[in-house]
């Protein structure tokens, strides 16, 4: 028979808050346990996450999505990633080496090969008379009575020729709507309409263009969003193109109304506009 650890180890004793991070609506809802005050704001505000409070140790310890997270990773498919960042307990830094005895053994090292290359001519040689340490007289040699060659000139560079210089890439032009930057650079443009008819389809086209001018690349997804009803949510998600382009169509059969229209790319979702369904 599975028995299931969540719920209490201990017979009699109360099972231990839990709570899931909602990031659209940005606020923690309670899985189970008794009533208790919410963790604090995660540090990734943009990531579904599930954490428990550690009645031991009276602290907030993350641990697997919930029923409802895992409900919200399927309803945004595309917008749940995991975490960048999270509370963990600390680890004790390993110690350092002292470096006074690798540095000692270097300096002996250094002198007994010293010693070695200097005794290594009388070793080889013992007869041999050791080279003179002061300057040696010039002999009476007759002076060559041929012309010396005169020295010939360095070839000066052609001023006509300049140094070679890579040619800067043209920037990408930035279509024009509302934008987005993410942290690590990259601009999200929304290039489609802001009002849609009712009962029919939203063609929702971006443009993403990385920090270093070129195209972006990978999956995207996007989310018409009412804040208040969760019925009147919708998501879709694909694939950019070769140019960094995406058009989605995403169904408006939700009840009249301004709703936000959200984007998620990069590990990141954030609000680029609203849009108007009548």
Do not use: C
Request: aromatic fraction near 6%; avoid cysteine; charged fraction near 15%.
């Amino acid at each position: 028979m599975p028995v299931n650890l969540a719920v209490m180890d201990v017979v009699g004793r109360q099972e231990a808050p839990v709570f899931t991070w909602n990031p659209v609506e940005q606020m923690w809802v309670q899985e189970r346990g008794g009533a208790a005050k919410p963790p604090p704001a995660p540090h990734d505000i943009h990531a579904i996450q599930t954490w428990f409070l550690d009645t031991e140790d009276n602290e907030w310890i993350q641990t697997v999505l919930g029923p409802m997270g895992r409900q919200l990773a399927a309803q945004w498919r595309g917008a749940y990633r995991v975490p960048e960042a999270a509370i963990t307990r600390g680890t004790k830094s390993p110690k350092k080496r002292n470096p006074l005895p690798i540095l000692v053994g270097a300096v002996v090292l250094v002198a007994l090969i010293g010693g070695v290359a200097v005794a290594a001519p009388g070793l080889m040689n013992p007869s041999a008379t050791p080279a003179p340490s002061g300057p040696i007289a010039a002999s009476n040699v007759p002076a060559s009575t041929e012309p010396t060659a005169a020295p010939t000139a360095e070839p000066t560079p052609d001023p006509t020729a300049a140094p070679a210089t890579p040619v800067p890439a043209t920037p990408r032009p930035r279509p024009a709507g509302p934008s987005y930057t993410l942290k690590n650079g990259t601009v999200v443009t929304y290039t489609g309409p802001v009002t849609a008819v009712r009962n029919s389809t939203l063609p929702a086209s971006f443009s993403v263009a990385l920090a270093n001018g070129r195209a972006g690349t990978g999956a995207f997804g996007i989310f018409l969003n009412d804040p208040v009803t969760v019925s009147n949510r919708r998501a879709v998600n694909g694939t950019l193109d070769g140019n960094g382009r995406i058009l989605l169509q995403i169904p408006t059969n939700v009840q009249p109304g301004v709703y936000q229209l959200l984007f998620s790319y990069s590990g990141e979702t954030a609000q680029i506009t609203t849009v108007s369904v009548r």
